[in-house]
């Protein structure tokens, strides 16, 4: 730490007696719609430096006093040089053209997705709007989530499951931001869809390592989604209608030039045709997001974005579950001068639950609240380095369930189970070095905090043990409180401090080829706990406390980055190592729904993965896609906590649910000509850990299978090929809209997927067999979309 500080204070120190220098700043936009741009190169080709806009499109630059041509290039659009003379503080606004080169008659568009060489970033991922679209999913509609699977270190457990795993991570290890606002769960229709719109993506960004330290509270990976502010120019929408759902958005100016809005919603609609067949279930869901903003100066934007989702689900009348989030975010965008910028926001977030049975009668809500505050700032010191630096806290409210009965002869009381409370804290100073002309690194260090303060009721056990070993048995027994506390809210009844060190390095052999290597420390203080596979909306989150502890991750990542003829081809190789402590897991026969206790339920124990990622994509021509290849092991450990206890497992270490040795994506996008486009995408992976029975016994007169140890066996190998085409009719001018069309096939050779496999007697035979359960086979679908 002491190094990491003396390094910052001395560059500090050096650039402020230098020669005399001057700045210039603004922004870079979008020509046709004021979009800012973010991750534009702005290069100074006399001195061979320059800077990247930030994530609100703001650039600047301190250099000498002189005259200087800038180049400014964003892939996608036009590249643009200008000749400034630095004799003073210059505030400019830079505006590209959105650019295609023609190939063949065919309109070829550059990829902003390439990887750069040169920054120290790694283990980074960007996706386009359009690239999201490309990539079909069941029923056909294009998603966000079933986007960044097809990258290398991304999977899931399966088809119809909710949630992603990064590099062995759990799903609940992902720290999910939607215009910087926490998304609990990131599913609808129980994972069949996202909660994110494409259509309203702007950028998206899947840190899998080497994670900046503005970043904090999970520990996998950091999924950060911007969505657009919305046309200032002119009034544009874009509608489709799907088989299943339709979505629509509309972004326009509200004052011209100065202000604009957004305004997109999506919805299902499969349930009515389950009526018109008499079918008593239901399932559907619907979401909408709101944006809008105000530019009051050059230094001044005020940006207010909000998000609704609700999902129902509906059992033939015997219960209805509804879940899903909700946020509102106001930010303030202020530059102080040419170079500082900075951006505070305030935004509450809020992920329920709620379950109604009513062939038992009662009515079953719980909850997460949050308030979120952060500050950031962006001080561009000079056109070798950047500091970046802010703080961020949170105050949690956790309602684990509330009961009431709904109907008078249910039998069941009313109860609250015991609401906790937390606050957590984060400051970060990072630095972004340009050491010398191969040498780069971004490095810097984030102190978190957590504080779990006082609740009505918290159990108190003997010598602080919530679980006890029965060595007479061989099992874990829940161990009967000796008492309980009551503390205000106020009161801190525990406390987490931890400093996380990050630094990313790249060396650069020539602007085509690399070497990067970095290292980050991550702490989650929040746990969610689940004993199935994939996260499921009633799976529990709880916050750290007097017996759990936070998790806490180091990773370790080195890689090779070459772009290959002009950058049309880039190819890369990474290998990472990670290890996590206090990773929780569930006792046999753990109960972990409507519980006041979680930490009966659980011990400590840790984790580790590593792995090699490989990819080969292209990125421009007629024809353009990716070959993505991970070879990974996740696996997890409990030993006791005593000498006398074996731990889960025996404390021996067993693949984790989301293990998967073999991971191979290919993905082909083939513009046949303007009105024509193809696309595939296959996928083979190893089959998910599961645990199969390895005998049985017969006990009054019931048949019980045994099991031995954990996910000792997998599911078969999962594989699958999905196609889809675009049609483009030619436009017609004497039309203010323009539509088009995509047909889609998922699963082709409508390959039986094993979601499960249960083992039962067969009642002809009566011997036992195995039953493979698969979710889809062969779907065909087709949607019609709309521009204007």
Same mark, same amino acid.
């Given at each position: ?23 210039? !700043? ?159 769960? !990131? ?154 910028? +900075? ?146 809210? +106020? ?80 190819? +890369? ?33 840790? @984790? ?25 092991? @996740? ?119 094993? @979601? ?33």
């Amino acid at each position: 730490m002491k190094f990491i500080c003396s390094l910052m204070l001395v560059v500090f120190s050096l650039t402020c007696f230098s020669q005399e220098k001057f700045s210039i !700043s603004g922004s870079i936009k979008d020509i046709e719609n004021n979009e800012t741009l973010l991750g534009v190169n702005v290069i100074v080709e006399e001195l061979n430096t320059g800077t990247v806009s930030n994530a609100y499109g703001f650039y600047s630059l301190t250099l000498p006093k002189g005259k200087y041509t800038l180049t400014i290039s964003y892939i996608g659009f036009k590249t643009l040089y200008e000749t400034i003379t630095l004799d003073r503080d210059i505030k400019k606004d830079f505006f590209l053209v959105p650019s295609s080169e023609q190939l063949d008659e065919i309109t070829i568009t550059d990829n902003f997705e390439q990887q750069n060489i040169r920054q120290p970033e790694m283990s980074l991922n960007r996706l386009k709007q359009s690239t999201i679209k490309q990539i079909l999913v069941v029923f056909g509609e294009s998603d966000v989530l079933r986007s960044i699977i097809q990258l290398p270190g991304v999977t899931n457990v399966g088809e119809g499951s909710s949630g992603f795993n990064v590099r062995g991570g759990s799903a609940d290890q992902n720290l999910i931001l939607l215009d910087e606002a926490v998304i609990f769960n !990131s599913s609808h229709l129980f994972g069949l869809f996202s909660v994110f719109n494409p259509e309203a993506v702007k950028d998206l960004k899947l840190y899998k390592g080497g994670i900046p330290a503005q970043y904090g509270g999970r520990v996998s990976s950091v999924l950060d989604i911007k969505q657009k502010d919305g046309n200032n120019k002119e009034l544009q929408g874009e509608a489709s209608i799907g088989i299943i759902s339709s979505k629509l958005l509309m972004e326009g100016p509200i004052q011209k030039n100065k202000s604009s809005f957004l305004i997109s919603g999506r919805s299902t609609y499969a349930h009515l045709f389950l009526k018109l067949s008499d079918n008593p279930n239901s399932a559907y869901f619907y979401d909408f997001t709101a944006k809008g903003n105000y530019i009051f100066d050059k230094n001044n934007k005020l940006i207010l974005s909000s998000y609704f989702g609700r999902d129902f689900f509906s059992l033939d009348g015997s219960f209805t579950n509804i879940y899903g989030n909700s946020f509102v975010n106001l930010r303030w965008n202020h530059v102080f001068n040419d170079q500082l910028f +900075s951006n505070i926001a305030i935004i509450g977030g809020e992920y329920i639950f709620d379950l109604d049975t009513e062939n038992v009668g009662f009515n079953f809500r719980s909850e997460i609240q949050n308030l979120n505050f952060k500050y950031d700032f962006n001080h561009y010191i000079s056109d070798e380095f950047q500091l970046n630096y802010g703080l961020n806290s949170f105050y949690y409210i956790f309602n684990p369930g509330k009961i009431k009965p709904t109907s008078e002869d249910s039998g069941i009381n009313e109860d609250q189970l015991t609401k906790k409370y937390a606050v957590e804290t984060a400051v970060f100073l990072s630095a972004e070095h340009q050491i010398t002309d191969n040498l780069s690194a971004e490095y810097g260090l984030r102190w978190s905090s957590f504080f779990r303060l006082g609740q009505d009721e918290l159990n108190v056990y003997d010598n602080d043990l919530p679980l006890i070993y029965n060595q007479q048995f061989g099992i874990y027994q829940r161990a009967e409180p000796i008492g309980t506390r009551s503390d205000s809210r +106020s009161d801190v009844i525990k406390t987490y401090h931890n400093l996380e060190p990050r630094i990313s390095m790249a060396y650069a052999f020539n602007n085509n080829s690399s070497v990067k290597v970095s290292y980050n420390r991550m702490t989650q203080y929040l746990h969610q706990i689940s004993n199935t596979n994939s996260p499921t909306p009633v799976d529990v989150w709880a916050p750290s406390g007097p017996f759990l502890k936070p998790l806490q991750l180091d990773q370790f990542a080195v890689g090779y980055f070459k772009n290959l003829k002009q950058s049309q081809f880039d190819l +890369s190789f990474e290998a990472f190592y990670k290890t996590t402590n206090n990773k929780l897991d569930f006792i046999d026969g753990a109960d972990l729904i409507a519980t006041d206790a979680i930490e009966q339920e659980t011990l400590n124990g840790e @984790a580790r993965s590593y792995g090699l990622e490989l990819m080969l994509k292209k990125n421009r021509g007629r024809f353009n896609g990716w070959i993505a290849y991970t070879l990974s092991q @996740a696996e997890q450990r409990t030993p006791g906590r005593f000498t006398n206890e074996p731990g889960i497992n025996n404390g021996e270490w067993y693949l984790a649910n989301y293990d998967k040795t073999h991971d191979l994506t290919v993905l082909a996008n083939y513009q046949w000509n303007k009105q024509w486009t193809f696309n595939l995408n296959f996928t083979l992976r190893t089959g998910q850990p599961v645990n199969f029975p390895v005998g049985q016994f017969s006990f009054q007169g019931l048949t019980v299978p045994v099991f031995e140890g954990r996910n000792n066996d997998r599911l078969p190998t999962f594989h699958r090929l999905d196609l889809s085409a675009t049609y483009k009719p030619k436009p017609q001018k004497e039309r203010q809209w323009k539509g088009y069309w995509n047909f889609g096939i998922y699963n082709v050779y409508s390959r039986k997927n094993a @979601a499960s496999i249960s083992f039962e007697e067969n009642r002809n035979t009566g011997q036992n067999e195995a039953v493979r359960f698969s979710i889809f086979g062969i779907v065909p679908s087709v949607s019609y979309n709309i521009e204007f």
